[in-house]
């Protein structure tokens, strides 16, 4: 097996789908069964790590999002705003 850091979320989910399929399929035998079964229980905490780091940088940019969304909406309504106006949305 390739180094899994070198390979991308979707390599290595697509790997894992393999694995699982021969074990469903029962195309394993016992000896190459376990062997594989390690390599599956790699990939899937690899990919579990890798979509914790995705999840936490999803998180930093929504809160960067929601900061300048917060700075930028005034917090009153223009005067000059009219209901008419309204109507265009």
Request: net charge negative; glycine share 4%; charged share 40%.
């Amino acid at each position: 097996m390739e180094k899994s850091s070198n390979k991308t979320f979707t390599q290595l989910y697509e790997e894992l789908e393999t694995l699982v399929k021969e074990f469903e399929d029962g195309d394993v035998d016992i000896e190459d069964g376990i062997e594989k079964f390690k390599q599956g229980a790699g990939i899937a905490k690899e990919l579990q790590s890798r979509l914790q780091v995705l999840e936490n940088e999803i998180k930093e940019v929504k809160v960067e999002v929601d900061e300048r969304t917060e700075d930028e909406s005034p917090d009153t309504v223009p005067d000059d705003y009219s209901s008419a106006d309204a109507s265009l949305f």
